[in-house]
C-alpha cells in the first residue's frame, strides 16, 4: 500500500488513525494522553482533560492542550533517510514532535526522560 507520495511527509488518515489507535493516543515518547485533532480543544474530552489539569483560563487552555495534539513523528527522520511507512511512525504529543527535529532517536528518549523528570516537560 503506498502510504505517501514519494519524497514527502503525508500521512495517510487511516494509517494515522491507525497508529494512534494502537498507542491509545498517547505519546511514545512522554506517554501523555493526547488529543486527537478531529475531536477539537472544543470537545467534551478536551474539557474534561482541561479541568483535571485545572486549567482555567481560555489562553492557557489552548496552550497547554495545543501540546499534547496528536501528532505522527518518523523514528528515523525522512532528512536522514528514514522512510515514509508505519514501520517508521510512532504517535507523539506535539510538544514532544515539535522539540525532537532531527535529534537522533535514543538521544531524544533520553531527552524526553530528563524534562519528566526536572518537571519541564508540559505535558506531564
Known amino acids: 500500500?503506498?502510504?505517501?507520495?514519494?519524497?514527502?511527509?503525508?500521512?495517510?488518515a487511516q494509517i494515522r488513525d491507525q497508529?494512534?489507535?494502537?498507542?491509545?493516543c498517547r505519546c511514545h515518547y512522554c506517554g501523555c494522553q493526547?488529543?486527537?485533532?478531529?475531536?477539537?480543544?472544543d470537545s467534551p474530552y478536551a474539557r474534561r482533560l482541561a479541568a483535571s489539569l485545572g486549567i482555567v483560563t481560555k489562553g492557557e487552555w489552548i496552550k497547554r492542550l495545543g501540546y499534547r495534539r496528536?501528532?505522527?513523528d518518523h523514528i528515523i527522520p525522512v532528512s536522514q533517510g528514514g522512510e515514509n511507512n508505519p514501520e517508521n511512525f510512532v504517535a507523539a504529543c506535539g510538544f514532544c514532535n515539535s522539540r525532537r527535529g532531527s535529534i537522533v532517536y535514543n538521544d531524544f528518549l533520553e531527552l524526553v526522560a530528563d524534562l519528566i523528570t526536572e518537571g519541564k516537560h508540559p505535558c506531564i
Do not use: C, P
Open 1 to 12: 500500500m503506498n502510504v505517501a507520495i514519494e519524497g514527502t511527509r503525508i500521512i495517510k
Open 19 to 24: 497508529i494512534l489507535a494502537e498507542a491509545e
Open 34 to 41: 493526547m488529543i486527537d485533532e478531529k475531536l477539537g480543544h
Open 70 to 72: 496528536a501528532t505522527i
